[in-house]
């Protein structure tokens, strides 16, 4: 296994809009096993593989405290919005470290996506887990989280990984 190396803010890769997997095969299985690596190494609770430059449609997430559950979702995608009352939270991404926003998005959603197996499994997502899958998505359609914020917040925060980059 190997880590992955994180696209920062504002990198303009983090803007692909990801292409759906055809078959999964070796490589994505073990694109899947690095990503994880990459996510616990980085005390994340979910990545795309945007994140990595890789812009084809795959997500690991685990919101587990015992970190030992992963799970891994391959052209995911929202069947259905079942709770569409937005709920409010507090958002981190490993794309732009240190930085805390509140977003709303709708509570409880259906999901359905491929395993590593390359089985349809479908699933009813509230809470955190709802949020972190929908973070995921936006990261295959090139949004982020910092979109919806100000143009001043922003370029405050562009400003703020520009001065990371430099110093790392
Ligand atoms: O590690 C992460 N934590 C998190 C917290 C609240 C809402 C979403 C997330 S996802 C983030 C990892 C990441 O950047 N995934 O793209
Ligand atoms: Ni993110």
Redesign the pocket.
């Given at each position: 296994m190997a880590t992955l190396k994180i696209l920062l803010f504002p990198d303009p890769k983090l803007r692909t809009v990801a292409k759906p997997v055809e078959k999964i095969d070796d490589s994505i299985v073990k694109l899947t096993e690095n990503m994880l690596q990459t996510m616990y190494e980085g005390s994340g609770i979910?990545?795309?593989a945007t994140?990595v430059d890789v812009h084809i449609r795959v997500i690991v997430i685990d919101i587990s405290d015992e970190k030992n559950s992963p799970l891994v979702l391959i052209n995911p995608k929202i069947d259905k919005i079942i709770d569409s009352q937005q709920k409010s939270y507090s958002e981190g991404?490993?794309?732009?470290p240190g930085i805390y926003e509140e977003l709303k998005r709708p509570g409880t959603v259906e999901i359905s996506a491929l395993n590593v197996e390359g089985n349809k499994f479908t699933l009813i997502a509230e809470g955190l887990l709802s949020v972190v899958i929908q973070?995921?998505m936006d990261?295959l359609e090139g949004r982020?989280?910092v979109d919806s914020l100000s143009n001043l917040k922003r370029e405050i925060i562009r400003k703020k990984m520009i001065k990371l980059k430099a110093s790392n």
């Open positions: 979910g990545l795309a994140q991404c490993l794309s732009v973070h995921e990261h982020m989280m």
